[in-house]
């Protein structure tokens, strides 16, 4: 009896993980309903008297939301900037809102204060879903939101690659 309580456990378990989507697979569903001005490419420009906020109130409600970190001196950013742009050709249902920074005025100590952010690095990627729910982000040295980013976009771009 022992045993086929255990085996009926690991099949359950192996089934769960079996239908459980990844991260990844829920980013690559499209949103249908969302409107131009939820999505797009563009920079936060916050009144600093409203400052702090912290990056999930940036994320658009009904939609994917990168929150980007960006430093207009880091060639990362600037690579980013590229695929981002590609990305938003087959993906024009996802926002992304960069926030910039420079470290020659010590704007990664700005980010962390006025975002409630731990921005060490530029680029820093934060992935929020539609339901403004954290999926994925940098956090110090953890760069699981870069990560998934590229992956995303690598999965995108390829699947728009072989539909042609």
Wanted: one cysteine or more; hydrophobic letters at 40%.
């Amino acid at each position: 009896m022992k045993h086929v309580v255990i085996f009926i456990l690991i099949a359950i378990s192996i089934y769960f993980l079996a239908i459980r989507k990844s991260d990844l697979d829920k980013l690559l569903v499209p949103i249908t309903t969302y409107t131009e001005a939820q999505t797009g490419n563009r920079y936060v420009d916050i009144d600093p008297a409203k400052l702090p906020i912290t990056p999930h109130e940036l994320a658009e409600l009904g939609v994917i939301t990168i929150v980007y970190f960006h430093d207009n001196e880091c060639h990362g950013c600037q690579q980013m900037d590229r695929d981002l742009t590609d990305f938003l050709r087959i993906r024009p249902d996802v926002a992304i809102r960069k926030i910039a920074m420079s470290p020659g005025n010590d704007g990664y100590t700005e980010a962390i204060r006025d975002y409630q952010w731990r921005v060490y690095t530029a680029p820093c990627i934060l992935i929020f879903g539609p339901n403004r729910k954290l999926i994925a982000g940098d956090d110090g040295v953890d760069g699981r939101g870069f990560d998934l980013l590229e992956d995303w976009m690598r999965a995108e771009l390829t699947k728009a690659a072989n539909q042609k």
